[in-house]
């Protein structure tokens, strides 16, 4: 850069020359203050969309738990049994890891549903077709009551990874045989 370079913008000139004096202490010192005033405005940053996230993921745990309870509210509904999965009558007051429910279509055909939990999902089998229900539930964690025509779901679920919630479903079967 020639002198007249320099001369010519003022700005330029001011910067160089406050820089021409510093040490290397300076340098540094400066560099360190500045990195601090980064990372502190950062981590607001972090825990403002932190405490955003956590707040959605609150907001989307009732969600995800609709479908799932839509889906058993209604087979229960038209459910005419509850049985185990081997088909056998389920007890009044007993509880079951898993639950047939059963009906007749109104063109005679017989119909079947079955509820479980397997590995992470909570899944619902009708015909050979397994829809996964709900993911992050707890292994061995699903719970059906029978008492009368109400039957109970209790599923526990992953919230937050170390975190379960055990929501509970009750629901009326159409009629009992």
Known sequence: MRKDDVEAKPVLHAVVSRLH???LVEVLATLGILSVAVASAGNRLFQVFSFQTS????ALFPKRLRQPGSWFSGGALNSQTASYEDGDPMDLHSAADSVTLSWTG?????HSSTYQVSGDSFERDYGGRINHLANRAVDDSARFIHCGNLLTLELGVEDEPGSDRKPVLWTYLRRQN
């Open 21 to 23: 004096g510093s040490t």
């Open 55 to 58: 707040h959605g993921d609150e």
């Open 106 to 110: 109104s063109d005679g055909t017989m």
